[in-house]
């Protein structure tokens, strides 16, 4: 129905990932929530561990409406099943969420996920000093230079509350990447194009 009404996105299993809930066992880690969030495990795989049919339904509905898929929280493995399915479906708008958080994907992982045609994703607010993990920008100059701008892309992982207004964790690590030498291109590309591609909103 989402993707009826012009959804852009389909996430796998985030917080109820197995990977994730081995990460953050009793959900040490997450903002509080005001409302009851289900965190019930989700697998995408049989007994003999191939795909359920069920993630091929799901890929039948993203190739039809042009909407992305994402790997979620997932451990690398089935995100490498799940990107490989998508791929054979057609499906061209795919996403790996921030590989050194929880995912754990390092770069040859990126490079062969981005081999199936896959973005991989970083958060501003790992990187913002007013955020969550304070890493050092350089960490991410570094992620951009090996897999490349064209396979880039930010988002935030904030707009929780007190937590930092996305805009301005934006502003602040985008400022930090060009500080650092980051062409503007190049920058733009990662904060403005490829994302435009991935929501469909240069069709």
């Known amino acids: 129905m989402c993707l009826r009404m012009g959804g852009k996105a389909v996430w796998f299993p985030t917080f109820s990932a197995g990977r994730h809930i081995e990460c953050h066992p009793e959900g040490v880690g997450f903002p509080t929530a005001s409302v009851e969030v289900p965190s019930s495990r989700v697998d995408i795989h049989q007994e003999n561990g191939e795909l359920i049919p069920e993630v ?3 890929l039948d509905l993203v190739k039809e409406t042009g909407a992305m898929v994402t790997g979620g929280h997932m451990e ?7 990107f490989a399915a998508a791929k054979d479906k057609g499906v061209t708008r795919m996403l790996l969420n921030h590989p050194d958080y929880v995912i754990g ?4 992982k990126c490079r062969e ?15 913002d000093p007013e ?8 960490l991410l100059l570094d992620w951009i230079e090996k897999i490349g701008p064209e396979h880039t892309v930010m988002a935030s992982d904030l707009g929780q509350k007190d937590r930092p207004l996305p805009v301005d964790s934006y502003i602040r690590v985008a400022t930090a990447l060009l500080d650092l030498g980051l062409d503007e291109r ?3 590309q990662i904060f403005c194009d490829n994302p435009a591609f991935l929501l469909g909103l240069d069709d």
């Open 131 to 138: 955020g969550t993990k304070k890493w050092d920008p350089r």
């Open 76 to 82: 690398t493995e089935s995100i490498t099943q799940l």
């Open 113 to 127: 996920l981005v081999g199936y045609g896959a973005f991989v994703e970083h958060e501003t607010g790992f990187y």
């Open 186 to 188: 190049s920058l733009r």
């Open 105 to 108: 994907a390092d770069e040859a």
């Open 56 to 58: 091929y339904e799901v």
